[in-house]
């Protein structure tokens, strides 16, 4: 029951993120509406964390770790090492390269970016929270004049033989997008730079989409003979540049 609630509000607080940064600018009401939507469940998210907790401790609690899996999308940026807490969890990670899920306990993380093979002082730290259960994408992003570490939280429901999508925008130069249906559908409106949107469950099969600046028919980016296989979960990140080298490009990533 208490699990199930944390997921709910869970994906119901980033729905009404996404509807509040839609909004933020053409429509100060709903922005409103919608922001303080995403607070409430925040808040009812938080309470049923620590109502999870006051059950449990009659016992000796039961230890449910977190996943997390660090991804390297500064288009610009070399070779880095990652520590979570002083301790390094990856080394010598690249452009578009990414590590599989490891389990970390619940708890706020330090995490610290160094070129690889340099100790010195790290070039950027940041302070992420880790929830118990969760699954989270720790991106290191933007580029070398202002890297950024990015933590987005990773569904791993999916009914059987369906598929699940979501479109996250990382490249640091390119403007608000929608991701398109071929038809004109838009299946993604309105993401901006740093914004991962809701996933939306789907029919396996092939679907041709395309990067589109916001409002417009201004292609960036084909996805031609996109293709979702079923009992998938699927992340689609813009990564790179939209006006300079590496250029933009489709990154695919799966729970």
């Known amino acids: 029951m208490f699990e199930r609630n944390i997921n709910q509000y869970a994906q119901e607080a980033a729905m009404y993120k996404q509807l509040a940064c839609y909004y933020k600018y ?11 939507k995403h607070i409430e469940s925040m808040q009812k998210l938080v309470n049923v964390y620590h109502q999870t907790r006051s059950v449990q401790q009659p016992q000796p609690p039961q230890v449910y770790p977190a996943k997390v899996r660090l991804l390297h999308v500064a ?38 970016i160094y070129p ?24 290191v992003g933007g580029d070398s004049s202002r890297l950024q570490v990015m ?26 997008v929608d991701l398109v249906i071929q038809g004109n559908d838009v299946m993604f409106p309105s993401v ?43 992340t689609i990140y813009a990564v ?3 006006s300079k080298e590496p250029k933009l490009e489709p990154l695919f990533l799966t729970n």
């Open 26 to 36: 053409s429509n100060s009401q709903k922005y409103r509406e919608f922001y303080l």
């Open 192 to 234: 901006s730079f740093k914004q991962a949107t809701e996933y939306i469950t789907v029919s396996p099969g092939i679907l041709e989409l395309e990067i589109r600046e916001t409002g417009t028919n201004n292609s960036l980016l084909p996805l031609s003979s996109t293709k979702l296989d079923s009992n998938k979960v699927y």
């Open 75 to 112: 288009p610009n940026v070399e070779a880095l090492d990652i520590y979570l807490n002083n301790q390094r969890v990856l080394q010598n990670i690249s452009f578009k390269q990414y590590s599989d899920y490891i389990s970390v306990p619940q708890g706020q993380y330090r995490v610290d």
């Open 151 to 176: 933590s987005f939280m990773d569904s791993t429901y999916l009914p059987y033989g369906k598929a699940k999508v979501r479109f996250t925008h990382v490249s640091p130069d390119a403007p608000t």
């Open 116 to 139: 690889t093979g340099i100790m010195e002082s790290p070039i950027f730290s940041s302070i992420i929270p880790i929830m118990s259960r969760m699954a989270y994408t720790i991106a």
């Open 240 to 242: 790179g540049f939209a």
